[in-house]
Structures are given as structure tokens and as C-alpha cells.
């Protein structure tokens, strides 16, 4: 067999390189073939090589690159540190310019006294928790890659992360953004004021917007004081019902924990198999709680969650008295995506989220969709704030399993649409979800979608094939078309169907029907 | 002189794999490890380079990605991604953050070797000097603990004790040759004699202070026998005051780790094979080193001969039988002699082979912390590589003084007065970024913080026994 090498494919053309050559230098822009690979995946499931990389330094040089690639035409590619699960930062098509901005890692400013912090988009997101630590302050946001990830990122796909339900999502943190629009015009929305009421909210709408709008280069973010202790409950449930039913007895009881996070049975077995330590194998669920606040107040909402949890039938609860035996539990929790990751050469990890009354029946409907689909499906999840992890396990070079996979994933969205949830709480859609977005959106409400991209970017360079429906998916390319769900919108609100409209339709790209 | 005349048989390195063998086809076997990699990204904030540069092909992420494509033949493996390889430091900080266990440091150096059969092959490749300089540290003055002990002394007298070495300093005359600069700023104060001359008289074993609990067989790296003698002398009394009757094997070769990190794995398995025959004759328990980098490549011997039919078991069985100096003195202190006073603020520095490569990170911190009267103080990022890498330090200068100096900035930052680590790069590495800093804050290897320690019960013995 001959070896056929990726030399990358330009669609970036002659002018524009020599223009970002020297605007860059050599050294920031990268056309080497070995950086092109580098710069072509995410953690999902497909890769794709891009034309050339820019590695700005400054908002400044953003703007000169899109406003040379929106004079040339060429299709640019927003990109953070790389983890998003759904190839938001991969090039729909080979040739992209994939601009990196990773080395705008500049935290600019953490003022004590507004409570604020203005930071660069390549900022890492763990970096910024540590300076605003550093003077007592706290950014709750905490996606489970945040050593690795940027704040562009996080705001890009509006990430979330445990701490949802008693702190929000990154959305409710950010209160400026500085955004390069696709003809390279620097635009400040928003501001450094807590309340804000004047004009359109502008900045709201490039949060989770995936690169699609524009370029996401700094932002002032919302600091709120450091919780000054935190307790953590373990409680082993034997059925899973009397688990969830703990979420509302909590709140019930005037507590807002920090998290709350359940771990199913394949979960623990997985993690039983990769560290063993002794857990049941037969709880049918197992939740981590963590409450945070004032030391005395902590100390007894600890234990009205672990009384609480015993009248909800906990077989075991464990109340640990020092951070170090509370990290031991966690230790178990933060093993479950490498336990599973053990188990089978790939895995799509999903972020349905569900109303909190619907999850025991989604869960229930996620076993059967494993037996019937044939494929494991382990769920982990914040189950405070409904968002669920459902991670099905297959092997992505079985034709047959991948067609499986997504059948599984289908039928996981038509569950949790039809119980009012949504496609993605926190990791967006990018062109993992793409084909399935008229499933959670009214037509008209895609079509109003669709007029803003068209409005702020006419030219549609801006992370094409990306979020829109467009028949073009790599995951679904060469699949039975019968695995998309026949009746497009199923929307979380009841009765909007029936303005369904034709074009909704999602079409699925080369299939042929059978 | 034509190139088909040039001497190829005798510099080449690496070479004893058939021609027709690419560098693709030699990675291919370890595809089923790179395809473990799910590209998550856990591995990018402990990689040092990856942290002080911001791009993803100087991330162990990407080197595995980029690994992977040469194995898929979808990337040449061309000097660009021999650069890339030999940019790694191979400080396996990566590998513990790794959620589904990718051994990134191991398919590295497989890949520096896959780069350097292609480029010995090419035709035309690589220069001569280029060549001359490998061999000289793979064959010639690491191959053997030995080699380094007369260059080392007479620079120790000629250079540093005739004062030359301040009139070079002085003058800077040595910025025309950035290289051997380099290698003139690294320079720790050199010892007087090597540790194999001290005890020449002893011969091949040292016998213990008093009763015997233990045989070691002490692992003599060429740099503690030269550069840091002092602290392998040190190490060696300490372990003999513990009651370790130890034995130095001759004819023992480098144990391999130089020639890993410069790509050529066979050397290494040559010498690994001639350590293993002497030291399985050996009647010690124990195999022990005080430098971290030859402790780790001796645990490695049973990966590194796996393949091999008639080592495998061999090389299973000795690697099981190496300690770390830190881990057996942990061991063995608790019914050794009292330790004295020490009064000192100390901070410690883990060396990459040691906490990463052995995981070994509670040991030298334990015993540094039951010498009475010593202030220990954690740095920040302790872990994290000091910039040394073997001959990283000399091929990327910049970028290792940039790691060099943020280690640097964190120890200052404990306020200690001494800093403590296990391994002979690091003692240099750090000795140069206190110079650069500025700062005379003495660096010491663990055995000889455990000396003074001892020294110090020896003198307040002898007081109490004065009065």
C-alpha cells in the first residue's frame, strides 16, 4: 500500500497567505502539514485537516484576519483548547483557516471591589478560579475539562458544569463580551455594570453561539464572594426512583446544594472494575451531594441531606468530616468518565437535559433504548438541574455498531424532547447534533435563527456547517436514513407542532432510502 | 571526502533494523496505545512545553496525534516531526492526568527512534559533526559510568580551580559559541575526585557500620560518580550507616536512559542486557540508585526487553528488584541510627523520573521531614519539570531556561534556605537557575541532607559525652 500523506488542501488562497504571513510571521501562522493535524480534531468523534492556522496574540490581529479572510471568502474556524464533545472547533471541510486562541491567555484585570474580572478569551478557565481565589473571590463555572479549556470556549457553547443548579451556567457570569464580527469590526457589548438594562442584550446572543456569529476575544465576567466551607453526602440508593425522589425532598427542605450528582449502576460497576474499592454492585444509584456557605451553616445542612437522604431510603450514607475523606468520594466520581472510557474503543458522550419530574422515566427510557439498540449506555449526571450524561459505548470503526449508536442517540433525543428537556444543557450542538436541531426548535424560531447568522455573517464563513441542519454531517454520512426521528419538532412546548412547517425537515446527506 | 566515503557503519546509530522498515511501519505497532488516546485534552496543562509555548503540537495530545499519523501513513516523518519528538521533555508529567492510561512518554521516544532509523537512512542525511556529536554522548562518554571521570576532574582543576573559570565568566568571551556557553553556564562547581577513585582502596564492596540488615548492589550513575560525587558519597554512607552492606558490580554500563532520550533504543537494550547479566550474579537484594533517571530506566528493563524471548523474564525480575535511594532509605530509617539536628528551611523538587516515571513522591518528602529542626515549606508546582530533560537544556536553551526560571520564582517562594531533590540534572538545572536568579541558595540531593543529619547526632553525641 502506498502511503498517502495529508498535505492539507488550501482553499485559503495564495493572496490571503502571504497577507496572514505577514501579519503573523511564520511563527503564528501555521501551514506545516504536522500542525494542520494538530489543529483538525476535538475531543468528538470526527477530524478534519485544515487549510492553514492563526495563533493571534492581540484582538487587534483577530480583526486583521477576518478581515482579510472575509475579502478572500475563506471559511474560519474559532478555536479554544480543543475539548468540546460535539466538533465545534473542526473544519466541516478540509482547507478551513482555524484560528487558535490559545495564546490570548491574558488575565487583564480581577477587581475586588466590583466583583469583576476581564479577561482574554484564551484565558484557561481553571486559571481564572485560581486568580479570582487568590482574593477571595469566586467563578463558580466548572465544565469537567476546566484545567484544560478557555473561557472563549465556555462562552462559545455556554458550558456548564455540577455546579448548574445553585450557580447558573456560564451565561449568568458574563456581563461584557469583546467580539470580532466576520468583517473584522471590533465590537464591545454589554459592560462591567451588574444590571444592564440598555438596548439589546447583544452579548447574550454570542454566548453558545459556536463560533457561528463571530469571534469571541475578551470578556468582563461576574465574581461573586468565595464560599467560605463546603460538606459533601454519599448515599447509596437500591432503587433509582428513591434517588431522584431525594432531589426534590433537598430542595424541599430549604436546601440549595452546590451539587447534586447521580452515578447509575453501569457507572459504578465500571468504576468498581477500574479502581476497585469495595462499592455495592447492586445500588441501583449512587448521589454525591455538596453543600457550600457559612462553616456553621454547611455543617448543618450536611446533616439535614444525610437524614434526608435516609428517610428517601438510602441503604448507605457517608458523611465525611475532612476535605480529604470528602475528595475520596469525589476521587469516585471524576473516575467514572476514564472507567468507561476502559470499556470500548469509542463512546459519544451526550448532554441531554430533562425537566427534574421527568427523569426517572428518561432514565428508565434510556435502559430500554440500550437493550433495544443493543449497545451499552451508562448515565451519570447533575441531576439537580436535570442535565443527564447518558455515554453510549460502541466502536466507531463497526459500521454496525456506529449505525446503532445513532439510532441510540436518536431515540435519546426524541426521549428527552418529548419529556420537555432539550437536545444539549452544556455542550452545545456543533455538527454532532446538527441534523437533530429542527427536533428541538420551532420552524420559526430556526428561521429567525437562521436571519441573524445570515445578518451578521452574509457571507457564511463563520464556522460553517456548524449548529444549522444542512445534510452535510460527517457522523451521519453513509447511514440508513431511518434513524432520524419522522415527526421533525417535538419542542418543549406542547401544542407548538402544529405551525410545523416543510422545511423543517431535517434531511440526512447521502442516504439512500430503502 | 564523498559522502559514499564517509565512515556510516561506525557513527550511525540505531540502525540495526532492515532497510526496508519505515519509520510508519515501526510505529504501527504501538497503534493499538495511540488509539487509547480520546483527545480530551486532560493531558495539556501538565505538559510544561505545551504551558510555556500555547501550541498544540508541543502538547502531548498532539505529539500522540501526530504519532499516530505517521503510523497511519498519513504524515512523513520529516525533521519537523523529529522536532516535535525530541521537544518533548520526557518528564511523563502527561501520563498521570491521562484518563484512560496512553503511555505518551514511551511512544515518544519510540518515535524518536522511528525519525532517527529515517534519517540515518535517508540519503544524504545528517551531517557529519551532527553524527559526531551523538556519538560521542551515546558511545563514547555516557556509555560508561567511567568515561566522564578524567574530563570532569581536569576541568575541575584546570578550569574552575585555576580561577579560569571566573576570567571567562567575566570577560563573556564565550557568547561568540552560544553552545559551549551553554554548557559553561550549567557547570555546577566541580568535586574533587570521582567517587570511583575515593574508594578505589575498597574495592568492590563497602562493608556496613555496624551489623548488617541488608546487601545492595549500588548503581553507579556516570554523573553522581563525577560531577555530584559528593552526593554519591554521601548517599553511599548514609546507606551504610543503615546498616546496608553495599557492593558496586563492575563492568556495569550506562544504564541507558541518555541514549533513549537521544532516540536509540537498541543501545539502550544492548546495555540494559549487559547490566542485567551483572547484576542477576549479584547475591544483593536490592538494586539501588540515587539518581532517578537510572532508577526509572532500571525499573523500565522488563518494558524495554519484553519482546525479547530470551530477556523478558530476565529483565522482569531484575527491574523488580530496583529502589530508588529515597524509597529503600524510607524503609530502612526507622531502625537506623538517630538523625540529628538540622536547622534549616528546606523545600523539595521532584525530579520527572522519580515522581512521574516511579511515582515515587512521598518517600523523600517523609524523611526530609523527620530530620528534627528541618522547616519544610511545599513549593508551588513542585512537580513540574525543572527545564534539564536530559539534553533538552542544550538543544532548546530558551525555552528551558523559560521553564527553568518559573521553577526558579516557585522555590524562592517557599523561603527556603536549602532546596532538596534526587537526581543529578535537577541538582544542576537548579544550582544554574539560582545563579541566574541571582541567589546562593545551596541545592542538595536527599543523601546529603540525610548525612548531615547523621553528622550532627554523631557531634551532639560526642558533646554529651564531653560533659
Not at chain 2, 578524567?150 to 580561577?163: E, K, N, T
Not at chain 2, 516515571?357 to 528534627?372: D, F, G, N, S
Request: charged fraction near 25%; charge should be neutral; glycine fraction near 8%.
Amino acid at each position: 500500500m502506498r502511503p498517502h500523506f495529508d498535505d492539507g488542501e488550501m482553499v485559503v488562497d495564495a493572496r490571503l497567505l502571504t497577507e496572514l504571513t505577514r501579519i503573523l510571521g511564520s511563527e503564528r501562522f501555521l501551514t506545516q502539514p504536522a500542525d494542520l493535524i494538530v489543529h483538525g480534531y476535538d475531543a468528538a468523534l470526527h477530524s478534519e485537516l485544515p487549510g492553514a492556522v492563526a495563533l493571534p496574540r492581540t484582538t487587534d490581529e483577530v480583526s486583521a484576519i477576518l478581515r482579510c479572510a472575509s475579502a478572500a471568502g475563506a471559511p474560519v474556524v474559532a478555536r479554544g483548547a480543543g475539548t468540546s464533545l460535539t466538533g465545534g472547533p473542526v473544519p466541516d471541510r478540509p482547507g478551513h483557516l482555524v484560528v487558535d486562541l490559545v495564546q490570548m491567555d491574558r488575565i487583564l484585570a480581577v477587581d475586588a471591589e466590583d466583583l469583576t474580572a476581564t479577561v482574554e478569551a484564551g484565558v484557561v478557565t481553571a486559571d481564572l478560579q485560581r486568580a479570582a481565589e487568590a482574593r477571595g473571590l469566586f467563578y463558580p463555572p466548572d465544565p469537567a475539562t476546566l484545567r484544560t479549556c478557555t473561557i472563549g470556549g465556555n462562552i462559545a457553547t455556554n458550558a456548564g458544569g455540577p455546579r448548574g443548579l445553585k450557580y447558573g451556567v456560564t451565561r449568568n457570569y458574563v456581563l461584557g463580551l469583546e467580539v470580532v464580527a466576520a468583517d473584522g469590526t471590533v465590537l464591545h457589548l454589554g459592560g462591567r455594570a451588574i444590571k444592564n438594562a440598555t438596548g439589546y442584550a447583544l452579548a447574550q446572543l454570542f454566548i453558545g453561539s459556536e463560533g457561528t456569529l463571530g469571534i469571541i476575544t475578551g470578556a468582563v465576567l461576574k465574581l461573586i464572594p468565595k464560599p467560605l466551607a463546603e460538606r459533601t453526602i454519599l448515599a447509596a440508593f437500591d432503587r433509582l426512583d428513591d434517588a431522584a425522589a431525594l432531589v426534590v425532598r433537598v430542595l424541599g427542605a430549604g436546601v440549595l446544594p452546590a451539587t447534586i450528582e447521580l452515578i447509575d449502576q453501569a457507572c459504578i460497576r465500571a468504576v468498581e472494575a477500574y479502581k476497585p474499592a469495595g462499592r455495592p454492585l447492586d445500588v441501583e444509584a449512587v448521589m454525591l451531594l455538596r453543600v457550600d456557605g457559612h462553616p456553621a451553616a454547611v455543617e448543618v445542612e450536611q446533616q439535614t441531606i444525610a437524614s434526608l437522604c435516609r428517610e428517601a431510603g438510602a441503604r448507605d450514607v457517608r458523611v465525611p468530616a475532612t476535605v480529604e475523606e470528602a475528595e475520596c468520594l469525589w476521587d469516585a466520581r471524576r473516575a467514572v468518565s476514564p472507567a468507561l472510557g476502559r470499556l470500548s474503543r469509542s463512546k459519544l458522550d451526550e448532554d441531554i437535559t430533562v425537566p427534574r419530574s421527568a427523569i426517572v422515566p428518561v432514565m428508565r427510557r434510556i435502559q430500554e433504548i440500550a437493550a433495544s439498540r443493543g449497545l451499552p449506555i451508562a448515565v451519570f449526571g447533575h441531576i439537580s438541574d436535570g442535565n443527564l450524561h447518558p455515554e453510549i459505548l460502541f466502536d466507531m470503526a463497526d459500521a454496525d455498531e456506529r449505525g446503532r449508536m445513532l439510532g441510540a442517540a436518536s431515540d435519546l433525543f426524541v426521549a428527552a424532547l418529548e419529556s420537555g428537556g432539550t437536545l444539549s444543557g452544556e455542550h452545545g450542538i456543533g455538527y454532532l447534533k446538527k441534523e437533530f436541531l429542527p427536533l428541538a426548535v420551532e420552524p420559526a424560531a430556526l428561521e429567525l435563527m437562521r436571519a441573524i447568522k445570515a445578518l451578521l455573517d452574509p457571507a457564511g464563513i463563520l464556522n460553517p456547517g456548524k449548529v444549522f441542519p444542512d445534510g452535510h454531517s460527517p457522523i451521519l454520512r453513509g447511514t440508513d436514513a431511518s434513524i432520524m426521528p419522522p415527526n421533525p419538532f417535538r419542542g418543549p412546548f406542547p401544542g407548538a407542532t402544529s405551525r410545523r412547517r416543510k422545511s423543517a425537515t431535517p434531511h440526512v446527506g447521502t442516504e439512500r432510502g430503502r | 571526502m564523498t559522502r559514499a566515503a564517509e565512515p556510516r557503519a561506525s557513527l550511525v546509530v540505531g540502525d540495526r533494523i532492515a532497510p526496508e522498515s519505515t519509520p510508519g511501519e515501526a510505529l504501527r505497532r504501538r497503534l493499538p496505545e495511540e488509539e487509547l488516546c480520546i483527545k480530551c485534552g486532560a493531558c495539556l496543562p501538565a505538559c510544561p512545553t505545551y504551558v510555556s509555548t500555547g501550541l498544540e503540537r508541543e502538547s502531548p495530545r498532539g505529539r500522540t496525534q501526530l504519532i499516530r499519523a505517521v503510523a497511519e501513513d498519513r504524515l512523513r516523518p520529516d525533521d519537523y516531526f523529529a522536532t516535535q519528538m525530541y521537544d518533548c521533555l520526557d518528564c511523563r508529567a502527561c501520563e498521570l492526568p491521562c484518563p484512560v492510561g496512553v503511555p505518551i512518554g514511551s511512544l515518544v521516544l519510540e518515535a524518536r527512534a522511528a525519525a532517527q532509523r529515517r534519517s540515518n537512512t535517508a540519503r544524504g542525511s545528517p551531517n557529519l559533526m551532527a553524527r559526531l556529536g551523538r556519538w560521542t554522548l551515546e558511545r563514547g562518554l555516557f556509555a560508561h559510568p567511567r568515561r566522564m571521570e578524567w574530563p570532569v576532574f581536569i576541568m575541575g582543576w584546570l578550569y574552575q580551580r585555576s580561577g579560569l573559570q571566573g576570567i571567562v565568566r567575566a570577560t563573556g568571551v564565550l557568547r561568540l559559541l552560544p553552545q559551549l556557553r551553554h554548557l559553561e553556564l550549567w557547570l555546577p562547581s566541580l568535586p574533587g575526585r570521582p567517587w570511583r577513585w575515593r574508594f578505589a582502596g575498597a574495592g568492590a564492596r563497602l562493608e556496613s557500620y555496624g551489623p548488617a540488615r541488608m546487601r545492595a548492589a549500588y548503581f553507579l550513575g556516570c554523573f553522581m560518580n563525577t560531577v555530584f560525587a559528593d552526593a554519591s558519597v554521601a548517599s553511599v554512607e548514609v546507606l551504610r550507616r543503615n546498616g546496608v552492606d553495599v557492593i558496586t558490580p563492575r563492568g556495569i554500563r550506562c544504564c541507558g536512559a541518555p541514549q533513549m532520550d537521544l532516540g536509540d533504543i537498541e543501545l539502550a537494550r544492548e546495555f540494559a542486557r549487559t547490566n542485567i547479566s551483572i547484576l542477576e550474579t549479584t547475591d544483593a537484594a536490592v538494586v539501588v540508585s540515587d539518581c532517578a533517571a537510572c532508577s526509572g530506566m532500571l525499573k523500565e528493563y522488563g518494558e524495554l526487553l519484553k519482546d525479547d524471548p530470551d530477556w523478558a523474564s530476565r529483565s522482569a525480575r531484575l527491574s523488580a528488584r530496583v529502589r530508588d535511594f529515597s524509597e529503600l532509605m524510607l524503609e530502612l530509617i526507622h531502625d537506623g541510627p538517630p538523625l540529628g539536628r538540622v536547622e534549616t528551611a528546606a523545600t523539595y523538587h521532584d525530579p520527572c523520573h522519580l515522581a512521574h516515571l516511579q511515582r515515587v513522591t512521598q518517600a523523600p518528602r517523609e524523611l526530609l521531614q523527620m530530620i528534627p529542626g528541618i522547616r519544610y515549606a511545599e513549593m508551588p508546582c513542585s512537580d513540574t519539570c525543572c527545564g534539564s530533560a536530559g539534553t533538552y537544556s542544550f538543544r532548546r536553551w530558551h525555552q528551558s531556561m523559560a521553564i527553568l526560571d518559573e521553577k526558579i520564582a516557585n522555590a524562592i517562594s517557599t523561603g527556603a534556605e536549602v532546596v532538596v531533590t534526587a537526581n543529578p540534572g535537577c541538582l544542576g538545572q537548579l544550582e544554574m537557575g539560582f545563579r541566574r536568579a541571582g541567589t546562593r541558595i545551596p541545592v542538595r540531593h536527599l543523601s546529603q541532607i540525610l548525612l548531615e543529619a547523621y553528622e550532627s547526632s554523631d557531634e551532639e553525641r560526642a558533646d554529651h559525652s564531653s560533659e
